[in-house]
């Protein structure tokens, strides 16, 4: 059997995933896209997260993808001027709470974004101007603990208004645009960092 993969510029508001259970309404990914039977996202993105999401018929390609060898980078886009002592934290670990457990995240990358990506408008508006500044952190993680780098961005300070996955490995966002799929014929997985 041939598989198939896609990557996909998962809007906000959308789960990562084809089916929901439970009675509450929800966007799935099969309404962006002509998907095949059988296809599956490989990893999460939350509803209020965008951004890069790889989806595959191929079950087998989830765990390797899943890695923690293969960088995850986000735009994140927070409460107030990021400083660069917030950035260092950052980059060295900061306390978080996962499963009412106290967690140390591992070293990251992270680096203030000078030119600020368009990614078009959100479809649930982003407070404006008259309620303070707004500033760019990207944010290279390869462990995804729930809502990490939402935690991550709080725990210095700057809470996380807009969250965008740019990057998994060496597979980029680019110029997708905000619901659009894509089919890779060819698809590799993404290499781990060096």
């Known amino acids: 059997m041939s598989h198939r993969h896609f990557i996909l510029h998962k809007p906000y508001g959308y789960l990562s995933q084809f089916v929901y259970e439970l009675k509450r309404k929800k966007k799935l990914l099969g309404e962006l896209f002509d998907f095949p039977p059988g296809t599956m996202a490989i990893g999460r993105l939350d509803e209020?997260?965008?951004?890069?999401l790889f989806l595959?018929?191929?079950g087998k390609m989830s765990e390797a993808i899943r890695s923690k060898k293969i960088d995850k980078e986000y735009y994140v886009q927070v409460?107030?001027?990021?400083n660069q002592d917030a950035v260092d934290?950052?980059?060295k670990g900061v306390e978080i709470g996962f499963n009412g457990i106290k967690y140390i995240t591992k070293p990251c990358q992270a680096f203030l974004i000078q030119d600020l990506p368009n990614f078009g408008e959100r479809v649930k508006k982003i407070r404006d101007e008259r309620h303070g500044p707004t500033s760019w952190v990207s944010?290279?993680?390869?462990?995804g603990k729930?809502?990490?780098v939402r935690?991550?961005?709080?725990?210095v300070g700057f809470p996380t208004l807009r969250l965008v996955r740019v990057r998994i490995g060496d597979i980029y966002?680019?110029?997708l645009l905000s619901g659009e799929a894509q089919e890779v014929p060819n698809f590799q997985i993404p290499n781990p960092k060096s």
């Open 56 to 58: 595959t018929t191929d």
């Open 146 to 148: 729930f809502r990490q």
């Open 89 to 91: 934290q950052l980059k």
């Open 79 to 82: 409460d107030g001027n990021i």
């Open 173 to 175: 966002l680019k110029d």
């Open 48 to 52: 209020d997260s965008e951004g890069l």
């Open 151 to 155: 935690k991550m961005t709080s725990a």
């Open 139 to 143: 944010i290279t993680v390869n462990e």
